[in-house]
């Protein structure tokens, strides 16, 4: 019997877009509205400068967040969700709502074993 691939079930693909830390927060904050690179790192201290660059521009070869670049002074840029990154984010609602549904109860496991 052959043995089975994340690609088979459709998460490969889905975790490898969405995958790591920070991606599944930035897609919800630009799937909504158009962001610019301050607003999106003051919406999520916890990120580098560094890190937000980085995973915006993976987003962006993904195809999930389109760049808009305003030719002023100054210069500004905008994010937001392309079709496919609303799709995305549109599929990833039923998880975020498991993850409010048992989020504490897994807390609470953590914190009994640790």
């Not at 919406?43 to 808009?68: C, Y």
């Not at 100054?74 to 995305?88: C, D, F, H, K, M």
Request: aromatic letters at 6%; a neutral charge.
């Amino acid at each position: 019997m052959a043995k089975m691939q994340p690609e088979s079930c459709g998460l490969g693909p889905a975790f490898q877009v969405i995958g790591g830390k920070w991606k599944a927060l930035i897609l919800w904050l630009v799937h909504t509205e158009p962001r610019r690179f301050g607003e999106l790192k003051r919406l999520v201290p916890d990120i580098s400068e560094k890190m937000l660059i980085q995973q915006l521009r993976e987003m962006e070869a993904d195809g999930l967040v389109h760049r808009e670049v305003f030719h002023e002074v100054p210069p500004r840029v905008e994010y937001s969700a392309t079709p496919l990154g609303q799709s995305l984010d549109d599929a990833l609602v039923p998880l975020a709502n498991w993850g409010k549904e048992h989020g504490a109860a897994i807390e609470a496991r953590k914190a009994k074993v640790a």
